[in-house]
C-alpha cells in the first residue's frame, strides 16, 4: 500500500511515498517547526478510510464519511499540497454506459488535478461491448490498464457486479435507479461547508424520488445523522421506494412525511433537494410527459420558503427549477458541483491508498 504526499516540513516542500507505516514511523521521527501543517491536518490524513470499493453509500461509516469530507476541505483550501503528486503515476478508467457531465468530468479532473491519468469511454458504443462482451470482461479488460475504475451504468447491480470481477477498486458512479454513492458525498459535503453541519434538519425530497438514484443515497445516508426530518414531495406514481422506508428510514427511527403539495410543505424545509424526473427510466412516453412538469421552482414558491433555506439539485436541471431563482441566494446547485469535484479527490486519494489493504476478487 503505498502512500503519495507532497507536505511542508520546515517552509520546505517534502514528498513523501512509502507505505503507511513507514510514513508514521518517519513522522513521529520528525520535529515540525513549520506552522504550514498541524497535528490536526495529519489526523485527517491518517484517519482516512481505507477501502477498496465504493458502490453503495453506506459502505462508509458516518466517521468514514467526515474523515473524507475534512481532506476534501483540506483540498479546497490548500490545493499546492496536492496538487500533481500524490496521484503520479496513477490511471483511473472511466466506464459511462450512460451519459454524464458532472460526474465524469470531476472525477477525471480531480484525477488529473491529483497528477494522475485517466482514460475510458463516455459511452459503450466505441467499444467491444456493441461486439457483445460482456460487463465482468469489460471490467477484467480495463482493470490490465487501469488502477481504479469508475463506472455508470443502466442496470442496478452493474456496479456489485463488476466489483465481483475487478482485481482494481470499482467506483459506482450510478447504477441505474439504484444509487449514486459519490452524488451523496458531493451533497453531505455541501450541506455542511455551507451550514456548518449536517444534523438537526428538515429535509425535502422533491419530484421523481422513485428513479432518482441520488435521493436514494442521500436519504438512507442522512437517516444516519442526528435530528433528521424528511419530507417527500412526489406525485402518486413517483414516491420513495418502500425498500428505503422500511430499511434505512425505518431502522433510523427517521421522522418523514409523504404528500403531492410543494407549497404546503415548503416553509418548513431547511433543505430542499429538487431532482428531474427521470425520463430514461419510464417504459412509457406518455407517463413521463404527462408527470414531467409536475414541479416547477419558481420565485412565488420561493417566496415561501425559509430564508436561508438551501436548494441543492445534483442536476442537470431540465424545467424544474426556474432560471429566475438561479440568483436567488438560497440557489446552492452550482456551488454544489464544485464540492463534487474536492470530495472525489479525496475520495481517490483514499481508496488509492487503502487498495491492496483486503484481498481484492479473484483475477
Ligand atoms: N446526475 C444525477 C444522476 O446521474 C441526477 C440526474 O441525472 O437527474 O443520477
Do not use: W
Amino acid at each position: 500500500m503505498a502512500v503519495f504526499f507532497r507536505f511542508f516540513i520546515d517552509g520546505n516542500y517534502f514528498d513523501l511515498g512509502g507505505t503507511m507505516l513507514e510514513v508514521k514511523d518517519y513522522i513521529g521521527s520528525v520535529d515540525f517547526t513549520t506552522d504550514e501543517i498541524t497535528t490536526d491536518e495529519m489526523e485527517v490524513i491518517f484517519k482516512r478510510p481505507k477501502v477498496n470499493h465504493y458502490i453503495e453509500p453506506l459502505d462508509f461509516t458516518t466517521d468514514q464519511m467526515e474523515a473524507i469530507f475534512k481532506l476534501a476541505e483540506e483540498i479546497e483550501n490548500k490545493p499546492e499540497f496536492y496538487q500533481e503528486l500524490p496521484c503520479r503515476g496513477k490511471v483511473l478508467a472511466t466506464l459511462f454506459f450512460e451519459p454524464s457531465t458532472r460526474t465524469r468530468f470531476s472525477f477525471e479532473a480531480a484525477m488529473l488535478r491529483l497528477g494522475g491519468s485517466c482514460l475510458g469511454f463516455a459511452e459503450p458504443g466505441s467499444s467491444s461491448v456493441t461486439k457483445g462482451e460482456c460487463l465482468a470482461d469489460t471490467v477484467r479488460t480495463v482493470a490490465c490498464y487501469a488502477d481504479v475504475i469508475v463506472m455508470r451504468n443502466p442496470k442496478e447491480g452493474a456496479a456489485l457486479l463488476a466489483s465481483k470481477y475487478s482485481p482494481v477498486p470499482i467506483i459506482n458512479a450510478g447504477d441505474g435507479g439504484h444509487h449514486h454513492p459519490t452524488q451523496t458525498l458531493t451533497d453531505l459535503l455541501t450541506i455542511r461547508q455551507l451550514r456548518g453541519n449536517i444534523e438537526n434538519l428538515t429535509v425535502g425530497f422533491c419530484g421523481d424520488l422513485k428513479f432518482g438514484r441520488t435521493v436514494h443515497s442521500l436519504a438512507s445516508t442522512l437517516a444516519r445523522y442526528e435530528g433528521i426530518k424528511m419530507v417527500f414531495i412526489s406525485p402518486r406514481e413517483l414516491t420513495i421506494p418502500d425498500y428505503l422506508k422500511t430499511g434505512a428510514l425505518a431502522k433510523n427511527n427517521i421522522s418523514f412525511i409523504e404528500t403531492d403539495n410543494l407549497e404546503k410543505v415548503i416553509g418548513d424545509l431547511d433543505i430542499l433537494y429538487m431532482t428531474r424526473v427521470q425520463k430514461e427510466r419510464f417504459f412509457n412516453e406518455e407517463e413521463y410527459i404527462r408527470l414531467k412538469d409536475s414541479y416547477i421552482l419558481n420565485p412565488e414558491r420561493m417566496s415561501l420558503a425559509k430564508k436561508d433555506m438551501m436548494i441543492l439539485h445534483p442536476l442537470p436541471r431540465v424545467n424544474e427549477i426556474a432560471m429566475e431563482v438561479d440568483s436567488d441566494p438560497r440557489a446552492m446547485y452550482f456551488r454544489q458541483m464544485k464540492y463534487g469535484m474536492y470530495v472525489r479527490m479525496a475520495l481517490l486519494l483514499s481508496i488509492l491508498e487503502g487498495y491492496g489493504e483486503e484481498k481484492n476478487a479473484e483475477y
